[in-house]
């Protein structure tokens, strides 16, 4: 209501009284009132703690529930700005003081942010503060907020333990091959910033298959978590160490041009992981292959230089495994040119390019021709011949070393039976058996059934396995040892001195022969320390019951040297190359009382 005065020549006569019936605005800030305590009280039940902010002053009101959540009485927190302010945690703090000044500035129509909150006993939780201006001034800004605060702690939690499963490696903790990836280009994108060189290794494990499949994936997973720890602790702290899978690792090592750094560090990894692994009361011996590419002289993406890191990694494992290699382009045609064998490989048998050649193997005290090694060859219709140390680890990694081998296996004990009854008298032939086949798990041949089905005895044939097969042998493969044993099928240790022996291996197998590497007979006669050596493999295997064959002989003065030493057996290039099993028959029929050389 409002009064006016009426005035006249002689003064006021009246008063004007205007009256305005407000009845519909007391009811509606009545109803806003209402509905604002009705909206508080639902949102305090739904167990969130309610809040509200008058922008303009700063002024603020927190509910019960607010104060219940971080572990607060009703009476313990006062209604200040302040009193939520100083319980953020300060990693968030900016971003959400960023995130109140926005919208105080009328931008957004919805208030919404998430930081950690102090609780009273010190604990953090993470919270989502979520609210709308129920009033707005004339230019749209909020002069009145209302909102909660919940407590998504366990969500975040599960949130994140989301996250760290699709990014992490659950065996080694390591970055996996997604946030590899991730990181990789993110590397990359700084790289063409700041200017600076981008190293990859591409890091994969020699032969850790057979670690795997001979000691059981139990001990092969805390191998590969040592194995992780190993390669963490060769690099900084900036550098990311990621498991793709598998056995395989990556590196990355970001850098102002300095590639010797990273051969450096590339020669430390080979050799921190050919340290002896102590697990489950057995040493393993491992090694590693390394390829190393380095943006941008060698790729301008992820995907090239992963590409390239994986060309060398075979480059590496080619030119012997246990060494770190650079990318070349020429190693693009290499992969392919693998790439290509392998899928030749698996029609070579039914195609009829694979052959077993026959190297003799000659008594040295008389010369007699007493025995025979088996060797796969391959001959390549349109490649020619391929090395055997070329398609062997193919056909072990691509699994069709069981079926060449069986095969292989099956020639040998065709070949033996007709030499046995060609000279009237047991003639072994020795087949090598990869540790693959030891634990294949496929539709195999049962070599000593076969024998037995052949009408052949055990000492027909005699098995060459590999140092590694002894120190890292499961179960699965002593007792197959063990049952060649029992059926006379004699075990021969290749390439004796050119890993980690171990005289208890020797006798808990009971091998019959040890082959001595051609990397010391050939230098024999020149060299006085590998004359030492095997002069001493020689004494050292007779003490224990072992006969000694030695490998690689192709001269007269290493023929020679070796039976003074009072070496068992020879075979070597100065007697005959492996060669087809007709012209061995031939070598048999024509020298069996004393093999000379072919050049004689």
């Known amino acids: 209501m409002t009064n006016t005065a009426i005035e006249d020549e002689s003064g006021v006569c009246g008063v004007l009284v205007i009256c305005n019936d407000i009845t519909k605005e007391h009811v509606a800030a009545d109803a806003l009132r209402a509905s604002e305590a009705r909206l508080k009280s639902v949102l305090e039940l739904s167990g969130t703690g309610v809040w509200?902010?008058?922008?303009?002053?700063n002024a603020v009101t927190f509910s019960p529930g607010w104060a219940h959540m971080l572990g607060y009485d009703d009476d313990e927190i006062e209604d200040k700005f302040d009193s939520w302010q100083s319980r953020i945690h300060p990693a968030d703090m900016a971003q959400a003081l960023r995130i109140v000044e926005t919208y105080r500035a009328g931008k957004g129509d919805?208030?919404?942010?998430?930081?950690?909150?102090?609780?009273k006993n010190g604990d953090w939780i993470w919270v989502r503060s979520l609210g709308a201006a129920v009033v707005r001034d004339a230019s749209g800004k909020p002069t009145k907020v209302i909102g909660t605060n919940s407590d998504i702690s366990l969500r975040r939690q599960s949130e994140e333990?989301?996250?760290?499963?699709?990014n992490y490696d659950d065996l080694t903790g390591?970055?996996?091959?997604?946030?590899?990836?991730?990181r990789l280009g993110w590397e990359i994108q700084k790289a063409n910033r700041d200017h600076y060189s981008v190293d990859l290794l591409f890091i994969d494990l020699d032969r850790f298959k057979e670690v795997n499949d001979l000691l059981g994936h139990a001990i092969g997973d805390t191998?590969?978590?040592?194995?992780?720890?190993?390669?963490?602790?060769c690099v900084r702290a900036s550098d990311t160490v990621a498991r793709l899978g598998g056995d395989e690792f990556t590196v990355i090592i970001a850098h102002f041009g300095r590639h010797h750094y990273v051969a450096h560090i590339s020669q430390k990894i080979l050799d921190a992981l050919n340290a002896a692994f102590f697990i489950a009361n057995k040493v393993i011996y491992l090694s590693a292959s390394i390829g190393i590419t380095i943006y941008q002289a060698d790729a301008d993406t992820p995907e090239e230089m992963l590409r390239n890191a994986d060309q060398a990694m075979y480059a590496a494992k080619a030119a012997g495994r246990n060494q770190f290699c650079f990318f070349t382009r020429s190693m693009q045609s290499n992969a392919l040119h693998r790439l290509r064998l392998i899928a030749d490989l698996r029609h070579a048998l039914k195609k009829k390019q694979l052959r077993v050649f026959y190297q003799p193997v000659s008594d040295l005290a008389t010369g007699q021709i007493c025995k025979a090694e088996a060797l796969l060859r391959w001959f390549h219709p349109e490649l020619g011949p391929v090395e055997p140390s070329e398609f062997i680890p193919l056909a072990e990694e691509s699994g069709l070393i069981n079926e060449i081998g069986d095969w292989v296996f099956k020639d040998a004990v065709s070949w033996s039976a007709q030499w046995s009854a060609r000279i009237g008298m047991t003639f072994q032939v020795s087949v090598n058996k990869s540790p693959a086949q030891f634990v294949s798990r496929g539709k195999n041949t049962n070599w000593m059934n076969y024998l037995h089905d052949k009408g052949l005895a055990g000492a027909n044939i005699s098995l060459e396995i590999t140092e590694g097969l002894l120190l890292q042998a499961s179960g699965i493969v002593t007792?197959?040892?063990?049952?060649?044993?029992?059926?006379g099928i004699q075990i021969s240790l290749d390439d004796f001195g050119t890993g980690y022996s171990?005289?208890?291996?020797?006798?808990?197998?009971?091998?019959?022969?040890?082959?001595?590497?051609?990397?010391?007979?050939?230098?024999?006669?020149?060299?006085?320390?590998?004359?030492?050596?095997v002069r001493s493999i020689i004494v050292m295997a007779h003490e224990l019951g072992l006969k000694v064959i030695a490998e690689g002989i192709e001269t007269v003065e290493q023929a020679r040297l070796l039976t003074t030493a009072q070496c068992d057996f020879g075979q070597g290039f100065y007697y005959s190359q492996a060669v087809p099993p007709e012209q061995m028959t031939a070598l048999i029929q024509k020298n069996t009382k004393r093999l000379l050389p072919l050049h004689h």
């Open 479 to 487: 007792d197959a040892l063990l049952a060649y044993r029992d059926a």
């Open 52 to 57: 509200e902010w008058h922008p303009a002053s």
């Open 223 to 233: 191998v590969l978590r040592e194995v992780a720890a190993r390669i963490k602790a």
């Open 161 to 166: 333990k989301i996250w760290h499963q699709a």
């Open 502 to 533: 171990s005289m208890t291996y020797l006798q808990k197998f009971h091998i019959d022969y040890l082959k001595i590497d051609q990397s010391f007979v050939r230098d024999m006669a020149t060299n006085a320390g590998d004359r030492a050596i």
């Open 110 to 119: 919805i208030y919404e942010a998430q930081y950690r909150m102090q609780c």
């Open 174 to 182: 390591l970055p996996n091959r997604c946030l590899f990836r991730s």
